[in-house]
């Protein structure tokens, strides 16, 4: 007890903690430890001046001013619905633009996914070969995984076979 004026109490209710360098909070003005120094941690009733944070809007990248008291989301929201200026060409982008090339599938991607053996554009469900029923040189480019054949799927390949071509570095003759 030396020094009886040196360092402050915590300001927090519940804390009052001497600290011998206690933070003072800019909104308020009131000192508090390093725990309690934040505005959530002490729960600032002035946080709101300081919050100087302004939305942007997603889709044409303008800041949209919020009044104290309004709920960003909402704003945003408003925004979205009414005066919002997209950029030309955005509002009508679509974003599943590959149709799946399989007949009877109308199901639509948002990547490219291609046939390497017929280039053709394919959903995820129909990408492997035998799934579209994919031909190259009038026959099925790959019996591999079909059940009921009664053989092997790699003898139907022959040696430029598509699953030959896959593993031919791999396997030595």
């Known amino acids: 007890m030396e020094f009886p004026d ?3 109490h915590c300001s927090e209710k519940t804390c ?4 011998f360098l206690p933070l003072k909070c800019d909104a308020c003005k009131q000192d508090f ?5 934040t505005y959530a941690a002490h729960k600032c009733p002035l946080a709101f001046t300081k919050d100087v944070r302004v939305p942007v809007c997603p889709l044409c990248n303008s800041p949209v001013p919020v009044k104290k008291g309004e709920i960003p989301d909402v704003v945003v929201g408003a925004h979205m619905d009414g005066e919002c200026r997209r950029p030309p ?3 009508t982008a679509k974003v599943f633009t ?3 090339s399989r007949e009877g599938c109308r199901r639509r991607e948002m990547l490219r996914v291609a046939c390497e053996e017929c280039r053709g554009s394919f959903c995820l469900q129909h990408r492997h070969p035998l799934d579209h029923g994919c ?3 009038g026959r099925p ?3 591999a995984g079909c059940s009921g054949s009664g053989s092997s799927g790699a003898s139907h390949e022959g040696p430029g076979g598509w699953l030959a071509r896959r593993f031919r570095f791999k396997v030595k003759p």
């Open 135 to 137: 031909v190259r040189g």
């Open 16 to 19: 009052k903690q001497l600290d």
């Open 98 to 100: 590959f149709r799946c």
């Open 6 to 8: 040196l360092g402050k």
């Open 33 to 37: 430890c390093k725990d309690h120094f």
């Open 89 to 91: 060409g955005q509002e």
């Open 141 to 143: 480019a790959s019996s």
